[in-house]
């Protein structure tokens, strides 16, 4: 298979193009970025792209399987407008080339709280990003919807801190339904999930993910 993926450089993306670039069953992985990267594979492709200008970039969006986990912080971005640009408008045109290209599976990191009719900016956000791509109507398409996410090497540090205080009451036998996920397990469960033969939308939530990715799917 060949798959294509944009968020390449975030943690979640770094551990998802390294397990694809060990998985026997994807061929090519052609990743999108906004600058160089340091790593070289013969499977893998790099295209520096300018997200803003879909119309450069849109015909390179062909392959079997495409993976979305692109996403900023509103303090990296600097404000509202600019997160909605990474993490609506960016995500969406590509989802929307992907189907214009007849890819037919797609693969969207969304967030546990993600509804459009939300309060909360980020979580209306993510919601309403759900709803744009499934409205493309993808032959396959699956939403990942985990909850606070273990970032190896972490510079976030309320995330961080939040980790910490859940893994340790996950030891007291505490907030099991909200035990972090590692980024390692979401991408593997991302790649489990595309070597499903079905059709139709899925969602997966925090503990269906952990059980994606135990999943036993070659590669």
Not at 11 to 40: C, M, S, W
Not at 89 to 112: G, R
Not at 125 to 147: R, S
Request: charged fraction near 30%.
């Amino acid at each position: 298979m060949k798959a294509l993926v944009i968020g390449a450089t975030g943690a979640t993306g770094k551990d998802l193009v390294n397990q694809l670039l060990n998985d026997k069953d994807f061929e090519k992985v052609d990743i999108f970025v906004r600058k160089p990267l340091d790593i070289q594979n013969e499977k893998l492709n790099i295209h520096i792209i300018d997200f803003s200008k879909p119309d450069e970039w849109k015909h390179l969006i062909k392959g079997d399987v495409a993976f979305s986990c692109l996403g900023t912080t509103l303090k990296d971005a600097g404000s509202k407008e600019a997160q909605r640009k990474v993490d609506f408008d960016y995500q969406y045109e590509f989802a929307k080339a992907a189907k214009e290209n007849n890819v037919e599976d797609y693969i969207l990191v969304s967030s546990y709280g993600a509804n459009p009719k939300s309060k909360i900016f980020y979580s209306r956000m993510k919601g309403e990003l759900e709803e744009a791509v499934k409205q493309l109507h993808f032959n396959k398409i699956t939403i990942f919807k985990p909850g606070m996410l273990d970032r190896k090497d972490s510079d976030r540090t309320g995330e961080a801190l939040g980790s910490r205080i859940i893994k340790f009451a996950n030891k007291l036998g505490l907030l099991e339904s909200q035990k972090p996920l590692p980024t390692s397990i979401l991408a593997k469960a991302m790649i489990n999930s595309s070597k499903i033969k079905s059709n139709g939308y899925s969602s997966i939530k925090l503990g269906n993910i952990f059980c994606f990715a135990e999943k036993n799917m070659g590669g």
